[in-house]
Protein backbone atom coordinates (compact mmCIF):
# COMPACT_ATOMS: atom_id res chain seq x y z
CA UNK A 1 0.00 0.00 0.00
CA UNK A 2 1.52 3.50 -0.99
CA UNK A 3 0.34 6.79 0.58
CA UNK A 4 0.00 9.61 -1.76
CA UNK A 5 -0.84 13.01 -0.59
CA UNK A 6 -1.66 16.11 -3.15
CA UNK A 7 -2.16 19.56 -2.00
CA UNK A 8 -3.41 23.07 -3.54
CA UNK A 9 -5.34 21.57 -6.96
CA UNK A 10 -6.68 25.07 -6.96
CA UNK A 11 -9.32 24.89 -9.65
CA UNK A 12 -6.81 22.49 -12.08
CA UNK A 13 -9.61 19.82 -13.02
CA UNK A 14 -7.43 18.77 -16.02
CA UNK A 15 -3.71 18.71 -14.24
CA UNK A 16 -6.27 16.38 -11.19
CA UNK A 17 -7.25 13.89 -13.70
CA UNK A 18 -3.79 13.55 -15.44
CA UNK A 19 -2.12 12.94 -12.13
CA UNK A 20 -4.34 10.50 -11.09
CA UNK A 21 -4.09 8.83 -14.40
CA UNK A 22 0.06 8.86 -14.20
CA UNK A 23 0.15 7.35 -10.45
CA UNK A 24 -1.96 4.43 -11.53
CA UNK A 25 -3.83 3.82 -8.48
CA UNK A 26 -4.11 0.85 -6.67
CA UNK A 27 -7.01 -0.44 -4.41
CA UNK A 28 -4.86 -0.45 -1.21
CA UNK A 29 -3.37 3.23 -2.18
CA UNK A 30 -4.30 5.90 0.31
CA UNK A 31 -4.39 8.96 -1.01
CA UNK A 32 -4.74 12.40 1.02
CA UNK A 33 -5.73 15.48 -0.21
CA UNK A 34 -4.35 18.10 1.68
CA UNK A 35 -7.05 21.04 1.05
CA UNK A 36 -7.38 24.15 -1.38
CA UNK A 37 -9.34 22.24 -3.95
CA UNK A 38 -10.70 25.49 -5.35
CA UNK A 39 -9.51 29.14 -6.06
CA UNK A 40 -7.21 29.78 -8.92
CA UNK A 41 -7.47 27.79 -12.05
CA UNK A 42 -11.17 27.81 -14.15
CA UNK A 43 -12.27 24.23 -12.77
CA UNK A 44 -13.28 24.03 -9.31
CA UNK A 45 -16.50 23.07 -9.56
CA UNK A 46 -14.72 20.06 -11.99
CA UNK A 47 -12.30 19.46 -9.23
CA UNK A 48 -15.33 19.07 -6.72
CA UNK A 49 -17.52 17.12 -8.31
CA UNK A 50 -14.34 14.69 -9.23
CA UNK A 51 -13.46 14.42 -5.82
CA UNK A 52 -16.67 13.45 -4.77
CA UNK A 53 -17.11 11.03 -7.49
CA UNK A 54 -13.56 9.56 -7.05
CA UNK A 55 -14.85 8.85 -3.27
CA UNK A 56 -17.76 7.02 -4.55
CA UNK A 57 -16.33 4.48 -6.75
CA UNK A 58 -13.51 3.62 -4.58
CA UNK A 59 -15.89 2.79 -1.90
CA UNK A 60 -18.19 1.34 -4.18
CA UNK A 61 -15.39 -1.22 -5.31
CA UNK A 62 -13.96 -2.05 -1.74
CA UNK A 63 -10.96 0.40 -2.32
CA UNK A 64 -9.17 2.77 -0.03
CA UNK A 65 -11.29 5.87 0.49
CA UNK A 66 -9.36 9.00 -0.43
CA UNK A 67 -9.00 11.54 2.98
CA UNK A 68 -10.02 15.15 2.40
CA UNK A 69 -8.41 17.69 4.32
CA UNK A 70 -9.57 21.19 4.37
CA UNK A 71 -7.81 24.16 3.14
CA UNK A 72 -7.90 28.04 3.88
CA UNK A 73 -9.56 28.63 0.50
CA UNK A 74 -12.05 25.96 1.19
CA UNK A 75 -13.49 27.40 4.42
CA UNK A 76 -13.27 30.63 2.73
CA UNK A 77 -15.51 29.42 -0.38
CA UNK A 78 -17.82 27.06 2.20
CA UNK A 79 -18.41 30.78 4.09
CA UNK A 80 -19.53 32.12 0.68
CA UNK A 81 -21.52 29.26 0.00
CA UNK A 82 -23.42 29.50 2.76
CA UNK A 83 -24.04 33.43 3.25
CA UNK A 84 -23.18 34.62 -0.11
CA UNK A 85 -20.58 37.39 1.90
CA UNK A 86 -18.00 38.22 -0.85
CA UNK A 87 -14.69 38.60 1.01
CA UNK A 88 -12.53 41.26 -1.02
CA UNK A 89 -9.54 39.37 -0.28
CA UNK A 90 -10.91 35.98 -1.20
CA UNK A 91 -11.78 36.86 -4.34
CA UNK A 92 -8.40 38.75 -5.46
CA UNK A 93 -6.77 35.44 -4.80
CA UNK A 94 -8.67 33.22 -6.66
CA UNK A 95 -12.48 33.38 -5.39
CA UNK A 96 -13.89 34.92 -8.13
CA UNK A 97 -12.68 31.89 -10.55
CA UNK A 98 -13.97 29.63 -8.18
CA UNK A 99 -17.72 31.63 -8.22
CA UNK A 100 -17.16 31.91 -12.22
CA UNK A 101 -17.13 27.92 -11.96
CA UNK A 102 -20.33 27.40 -10.19
CA UNK A 103 -22.54 29.96 -12.40
CA UNK A 104 -25.37 28.08 -13.81
CA UNK A 105 -25.14 25.06 -11.67
CA UNK A 106 -28.08 23.39 -10.05
CA UNK A 107 -29.54 23.62 -6.61
CA UNK A 108 -29.03 19.80 -5.96
CA UNK A 109 -25.17 20.49 -7.25
CA UNK A 110 -24.74 23.24 -4.80
CA UNK A 111 -26.26 20.96 -2.08
CA UNK A 112 -23.74 18.55 -2.92
CA UNK A 113 -20.75 20.49 -2.18
CA UNK A 114 -22.09 22.12 0.38
CA UNK A 115 -22.34 19.07 1.88
CA UNK A 116 -18.79 17.85 0.65
CA UNK A 117 -17.29 21.15 2.25
CA UNK A 118 -19.33 20.72 5.43
CA UNK A 119 -18.67 17.02 6.38
CA UNK A 120 -16.52 15.57 3.77
CA UNK A 121 -13.37 17.57 4.65
CA UNK A 122 -10.90 16.81 8.13
CA UNK A 123 -8.81 19.42 10.20
CA UNK A 124 -6.31 17.07 9.91
CA UNK A 125 -5.56 13.31 9.79
CA UNK A 126 -3.20 10.86 11.68
CA UNK A 127 -2.44 7.28 10.44
CA UNK A 128 -1.88 4.17 12.16
CA UNK A 129 2.18 5.04 12.12
CA UNK A 130 1.03 8.10 14.15
CA UNK A 131 2.01 10.38 11.08
CA UNK A 132 -0.02 13.56 10.97
CA UNK A 133 -1.43 15.34 7.89
CA UNK A 134 -2.86 18.77 7.57
CA UNK A 135 -2.90 22.20 5.50
CA UNK A 136 0.28 23.73 6.56
CA UNK A 137 -0.49 26.74 9.03
CA UNK A 138 -3.99 26.42 8.39
CA UNK A 139 -5.55 30.06 9.34
CA UNK A 140 -8.48 31.86 8.23
CA UNK A 141 -8.60 35.48 7.48
CA UNK A 142 -9.53 36.47 11.03
CA UNK A 143 -6.28 34.66 12.22
CA UNK A 144 -7.98 31.86 14.27
CA UNK A 145 -7.13 27.81 13.39
CA UNK A 146 -10.25 25.92 12.40
Known sequence: MRTITIGDIHGGYKALEQLIEKIELQDRDLLIFLGDYIDGWSQSFEVIEFLISL?????????????????????LFLNYLKTKAQNSMWLHHG??????????????DFER?????????K??????SN???FHAGFHNLKGRRA
Do not use: C, M, W
Request: aromatic share 14%; charged share 30%.
Open 95 to 108: GQSTIDSYKDRSIN
Open 123 to 128: NYYVDK
Open 55 to 75: KQKRIQNNQTAPIYLRGNHDE
Open 113 to 121: HVEFFEKGL
Open 131 to 133: NGY
